[in-house]
Nanobody, 128 residues
């Protein structure tokens, strides 16, 4: 499966952005999907995950209440709506999918190593 993330850009603190991840090569309708981010000089960290049905979501504490992950299986896409952005949200954002043999493939995981497919990333810069 190929993943293409888009929607990043420059925004002022307090603003909003909506990231999208389009999948091709395989339907993601039966797979959990996750978003991660990596700031300069830091490790890639978990942001949000949505189960294959969209009924279960989980967020990092740092974004809880501000970010919303959703999916549209008919369009083979996953979205991340980011509100009340802060300068510390500045990072490259990656969407990711687990392989079909993963035990976590339906519910998803907060662990980076549970994901086998990664998009190329989209840069989000939040100015103060």
């Amino acid at each position: 499966v190929q993943l293409q993330a888009s929607g990043g850009g420059l925004v002022q603190a307090g603003g909003s952005l909506r990231l999208s991840c389009a999948a091709s090569g395989r339907t993601i309708g039966s797979s959990a999907m996750g978003w991660f981010r990596q700031a300069p000089g830091r490790e890639r960290e978990f942001v949000a995950v949505v189960s294959w049905t969209g009924s279960t979501t989980s967020y990092a504490d740092s974004v809880k209440g501000r970010f919303t992950i959703s999916r549209d299986n008919a369009k083979n896409t996953v979205n991340l709506l980011m509100n009340s952005l802060k300068p510390e949200d500045t990072a490259v954002y990656y969407c990711a999918a687990p392989g079909t043999r993963r035990a976590s493939r339906y519910i998803g995981s907060t662990k980076r190593d549970e994901y086998d497919y990664w998009g190329q990333g989209t840069l989000v810069t939040v100015s103060s």
